[in-house]
């Protein structure tokens, strides 16, 4: 299904801020490269990012999948003096592609990389969070969600990607094991009064959520 009309995405990425040049390396080699890469936040989203952190100026930021890397930095931009992002990929291959491009940006000392299960390694961080952003295996979303949750500072953003599920979760009845966990995700965020949120319907869908 197409969520969003092609010809009104290339219209938001012409108005909106150009990707830089890396960036802009980024995306071009893994849209030719790699077999997943509509996995890419890419240019609309990636400045939708960068501009949300530049208002928050966090000092802490996570990020559950790395992935090549493009999304890590855009959040990065908006990172206090001093700031750390902390980033998770589980494939060692992509975690290796990002690494790359994070030691040729202006970031590189304020990302770390961990490389491994997600669920094993934010236990290990001892961080307070500022702002979260979830875009991971869909299935264990939720599980992130309650592991990260008590470690986020109050008024703390976290971002869920991809909670329209290729518009999956639309259907009246919805079938396939990535949507129904997506579907379950968004309805318990929905039930939570820890939170408050909005579901943007920014390329497949983001949930803006606040710790309260």
């Known amino acids: 299904m197409e969520l969003v009309n092609l010809l ?12 830089d040049e890396l960036l802009q390396k980024i995306n ?3 849209t030719k490269n790699h077999e997943h890469a509509h996995m890419l936040s890419g240019h609309v989203q990636g400045s939708f990012l960068a501009m949300l952190s530049g208002l928050l100026r966090p000092e802490r930021i996570l990020e559950i999948g790395t992935f090549t890397g493009y999304s890590a930095l855009c959040l990065a931009r908006g990172l206090k003096g001093g ?6 990929e589980l494939r060692e291959e992509d975690a290796a ?3 790359a491009y994070f030691e ?6 304020n990302i770390e990389l961990h490389v491994g299960n997600a669920s094993q390694i934010i236990p290990t961080l001892h961080e307070l ?12 979303y939720i599980d992130y969600y309650e592991l990260i949750l008590p ?11 991809n909670v329209l599920f290729h518009g999956q979760v639309l259907e009246k009845n919805i079938s396939g094991k990535n949507a129904k966990a997506i579907d379950a995700f968004n309805e318990h965020v929905k039930n939570d009064s820890r939170v408050e949120q909005v579901l943007l319907t920014v390329r497949d869908g983001l949930m803006l959520i606040r710790k309260i």
């Open 97 to 99: 592609t990002a690494r």
């Open 104 to 109: 040729q940006s202006l970031y590189k000392n």
């Open 28 to 30: 071009l080699h893994t």
């Open 8 to 19: 009104a995405e290339e219209y938001a990425a012409k108005y909106s801020s150009e990707e």
């Open 83 to 88: 700031g750390t992002l902390h980033t998770i």
């Open 129 to 140: 969070w500022d702002m979260v952003f979830i875009d991971a295996d869909k299935t264990g």
């Open 151 to 161: 470690c986020v500072k109050q008024n703390g953003i976290i971002i869920a990607d």
